[in-house]
């Protein structure tokens, strides 16, 4: 059985940074393509950004390209969210995801992604 950690949220200020981290624990012989999103109250869940199983590939949703940078590590068990300038609409919870696929194929619903995490809450206020 495979489980995602997250860590890393908190209360921060606009402007501030942020790194997020997801630990993939449990059958880490599989190569896993990563991704994270984001859900507002009152709002649908938002697919932020992916990355494939090396970190060599990665993807960014307009809402957060140029502040955020999604990573994984060499040993390509954890990701992060490097999340810099933050803004009050940053605010949400953080989902991380994980798929045995090199490469991520879903869509952007996520609905292609086989393991999520508990969440993390990130909150910026101006």
């Known amino acids: 059985q495979v489980t995602l950690v997250e860590s890393g949220g908190g209360m921060v200020q606009a402007g501030d940074s942020l790194r997020l981290s997801c630990t993939v624990s449990?059958?880490?012989?599989?190569?896993?393509?990563m991704g994270w999103f984001r859900q507002a109250p009152g709002k649908d869940r938002e697919f932020i950004a992916v990355?494939?199983?090396?970190?060599?590939?990665?993807w960014h949703a307009d809402s957060v390209k140029g502040r955020f940078t999604i990573s994984k590590d060499e040993t390509e068990m954890s990701a992060y969210l490097q999340m810099n300038n933050l803004k009050p609409e940053d605010t949400a919870v953080y989902y991380c995801?994980?798929?045995?696929?090199?490469?991520?194929?879903?869509?952007?619903?996520?609905?292609?992604?086989?393991?999520w995490g508990q969440g993390t809450l990130v909150t910026v206020s101006s």
């Open positions: 995801a994980a798929t045995n696929e090199l490469y991520y194929s879903g869509d952007f619903s996520g609905a292609g992604f086989d393991v």
């Open positions: 449990g059958r880490t012989n599989i190569r896993y393509a």
């Open positions: 990355t494939s199983w090396n970190g060599v590939q990665t």
